[in-house]
């Protein structure tokens, strides 16, 4: 089974985008994350006629947004509202033999300080909902998959400088902390950081502001696919498809993928 997770950063913008990673790569699920569509508005009818029946959405005008399209079918879907607002950022869905929820962290602004900046301050306590709601629901022998744009970079090596971004929202001690609890609510494994180590770089978004990104490589990894225990024996193998970051309008993240046995 191929799992894939994108930040898409407007799906009808990207559409054809879209339509090419379901041709080229087949996944079984994609979970998307940005997609900035009222759900009236989503593209239903390519993303069916392109294989995918099963589609779950929560979705708004201009912001936010996130989707989980399927060829099999769901047992179970359920919308989130996180923090006391409505604001389109966590679903699930069952499927035959594990959950899958899809997160779209808020970013936090630019101000890492929880005091003089509320975005911060949502994003913090996003996180520690999640941690919450992981542990008080669920536990570490069911299969759980959590996946999307967490908006966190928390490895030193997840990131193109340690040292300049420890004082830049997504990499600063508080958040990385903030999101190693919610790791450790239920002993989640790291897909990406169980096929690439620790010491190597490994990112998943690039800045527009970058003229060439390529040779400037000033990544992030922001987009995560976790795993509890049960489905990390399962795990075959992970990738980052940069390719998707070139062409014309493309996103600023680029796909993440999980191949289950």
């Known amino acids: 089974m191929k799992i894939i997770t ?5 799906v009808r913008l990207r559409l054809p985008l879209l339509l090419r990673l379901l041709e080229e790569e087949s996944p079984d699920i994609i979970a998307l994350q940005e997609t900035k569509c009222p759900d009236e508005h989503f593209p239903f009818d390519a993303i069916r006629a392109a294989g995918y029946e099963h589609i779950h959405i929560h979705g708004m005008k201009s912001y936010n947004g996130v989707a989980i399209i399927s060829k099999h079918p769901f047992t ?21 033999g594990f959950e899958l ?13 929880a005091n003089v900046n509320d975005k911060f301050a949502h994003k913090l306590e996003f996180v520690d909902e999640m941690a919450r709601l992981f542990k008080g629901q669920y536990t570490s022998d069911q299969p759980l998959i959590a ?27 508080i958040e990385t902390e903030k999101l190693a609890g919610m790791k450790a609510s239920l002993d989640w494994c790291d897909v990406a950081r169980e096929f690439v180590p620790e010491d190597e770089k490994c990112y998943s ?57």
């Open 6 to 10: 994108w930040n898409i950063n407007s």
């Open 76 to 96: 179970d879907t359920c919308i989130h509202h996180r923090v006391s607002k409505e604001d389109c950022r966590h679903i699930a869905a069952s499927f035959d």
């Open 101 to 113: 929820h899809n997160l779209y962290i808020p970013a936090g602004g630019d101000e890492p300080d």
């Open 147 to 173: 996946l999307g744009d967490f908006n966190i970079a928390p490895y030193e090596h997840d990131v193109w400088s340690h040292k300049q971004l420890l004082k830049v929202v997504s990499h600063t001690p």
């Open 205 to 261: 978004w690039w800045s527009y502001r970058s003229r060439d990104w390529r040779a400037s490589n000033r990544g992030r990894r922001l987009d995560h696919i976790w795993v509890t225990p049960p489905l990390k024996k399962k795990m075959k193998s992970f990738e980052i498809l940069t390719n998707y970051r070139d062409g014309e309008k493309p996103s600023d993240h680029v796909p993440v993928v999980l191949n289950l046995r």
